[in-house]
């Protein structure tokens, strides 16, 4: 079997700057073990199967594997396959939305525009959140080599992906950041996280923070740019009152570290209600022979 095959760049309009999502097309009659092997392959943060949809409403279903183990939802796969979806004529917007079906159930997403001027925005799922215990606030700042910011205390925040979410001093501070992912690994795994986002807040104005998203259990080490990182630190923000009041709305930047300039755009409501967007390119089209 030849299955239709992208390689779609999210949180970019340029190719190689954003942070890569594989998609199979028309991924039927391939089981998990399949799956599982062919994201072990292709060896980037996610890939992902798209699928008849099983629920009412939904425009299509989406499997999402890591090198090592499925995720129920993630966000910058999530925005890619759209973009692949869209781009092969699989689906069409309906009022400009889309619905997903994945394993945390059904995602909305909102299109806006179209080709290459085409954004993209997901629903992040609704989170849960835990406040982080003394003794696993300071492990954190030891896989960090770093304090905390604990007038903001780290959270965990579940939105299908697990994140220790925290924030740094400053961008320097931030991007200096050279964790112990041995260390990282074994704390996530007892934590159930599904790894660990970090931000700081920019001097400048071209956006408000920067963000770095590790998650060493997963076999990814650092996250180019991860869009269910940044949506579990809109939570954390929220909940912290680190927003103006109202529909607030930002611009954050990551993956400077690994040589990506992803740019992403989050909303969030008066109900702390997360949406997180951005562009896609296509970098890789062809056939997957399986």
Excluded at 2 to 16: E, G, L, M, N, R
Excluded at 105 to 121: M, N, P
Excluded at 249 to 270: F, K
Aim: with cysteine; proline share 5%.
């Amino acid at each position: 079997m030849k299955y239709a095959y992208k390689v779609v760049d999210v949180f970019t309009q340029t190719s190689f700057t954003g942070n890569p999502v594989a998609v199979v097309l028309d991924a039927q009659g391939l089981d998990t073990q399949a799956m599982q092997a062919i994201a072990s392959w292709t060896n980037l943060s996610e890939t992902t199967f798209v699928l008849p949809p099983r629920a009412e409403g939904a425009d299509y279903r989406l499997r999402i594997f890591t090198p090592r183990s499925e995720l129920p939802f993630a966000g910058h796969p999530t925005l890619g396959s759209a973009h692949a979806i869209l781009e092969a004529g699989r689906a069409t917007p309906r009022d400009g939305r889309l619905v997903q079906e994945c394993g945390v159930g059904l995602v909305a997403l909102r299109v806006e525009g179209s080709g290459a001027e085409r954004h993209l925005y997901f629903s992040l799922p609704p989170a849960t959140q835990q406040a982080l215990s003394a003794a696993d606030t300071e492990e954190l700042e030891a896989i960090l080599g770093v304090s905390v910011d604990c007038a903001a205390a780290p959270l965990q925040v579940d939105v299908g992906p697990v994140w220790v979410v925290a924030r740094v001093a400053d961008v320097a501070q931030l991007l200096a950041l050279t964790p112990d992912f041995g260390r990282a690994k074994i704390f996530e795994q007892r934590l159930g996280a599904t790894g660990i986002s970090v931000f700081a807040n920019h001097a400048h104005t071209l956006a408000d923070i920067e963000v770095r998203s590790f998650a060493a259990s997963q076999g990814v080490n650092e996250d180019p740019v991860c869009g269910s990182g940044n949506g579990s630190v809109a939570v954390f923000r929220h909940a912290h009152g680190l927003l103006l009041p109202g529909q607030v709305r930002y611009n954050a930047t990551q993956g400077h570290c690994v040589g990506r300039a992803g740019r992403l755009v989050v909303s969030v409501g008066p109900d702390g209600a997360v949406q997180v967007g951005g562009q896609c390119v296509t970098t890789v089209e062809g056939r997957l022979a399986g």
